[in-house]
C-alpha cells in the first residue's frame, strides 16, 4: 500500500507558475511510474505527466514546455512544475503512482485545486 498526499495547489494569475508535490508513505524508489493527472470541472480526468524509475519523462501535448515532473528520493516525493499558467491550466489535480510487484498496482492522491484567474 502507498498513500499519496498532494500539496502545493492554490490560486494563480495567468503567466504566474506553482509547484505541485505528491509525498509518498513509502520510498518512491520502489515506484515504477509516476504520474499526474487533472481533471477541470465537466471534463474527464486526463493526463498531464509521467516520469517513470528510469528517468524518462513524458507530457502531454497541452503542458509540453511549461511543465517539468521531478522527484526527490530522499523526500519521497515528486513534483510539478507549471509555469506560464493559463485558465484552461484550472483544475484538480491528481498524482498517481504505479509499482509492479507480479502484478500492478495503483494509487491516487486526494488531488489539488489549481485555480488560474485571468
Known amino acids: 500500500q502507498v498513500r499519496l498526499v498532494e500539496s502545493g495547489g492554490g490560486l494563480v494569475q495567468a503567466g504566474g507558475s506553482l509547484r505541485l508535490s505528491c509525498t509518498a508513505s513509502?520510498?518512491?524508489?520502489?515506484?515504477?511510474?509516476m504520474s499526474w493527472y487533472r481533471q477541470a470541472p465537466g471534463k474527464q480526468r486526463e493526463w498531464v505527466a509521467t516520469?517513470?524509475?528510469?528517468?524518462?519523462?513524458t507530457y502531454a501535448d497541452s503542458v509540453k514546455g511549461r511543465a517539468a515532473i521531478s522527484r526527490d528520493n530522499a523526500e519521497n516525493t515528486f513534483y510539478l512544475q507549471m509555469n506560464s499558467l493559463k485558465s484552461e491550466d484550472t483544475a484538480v489535480y491528481y498524482c498517481y503512482a504505479r509499482i509492479l510487484s507480479h502484478i500492478w498496482y495503483s494509487y491516487w492522491g486526494q488531488g489539488t485545486q489549481v485555480t488560474v484567474s485571468s
Open positions: 516520469l517513470n524509475n528510469g528517468d524518462t519523462t
Open positions: 513509502r520510498s518512491i524508489s520502489t515506484i515504477n511510474d
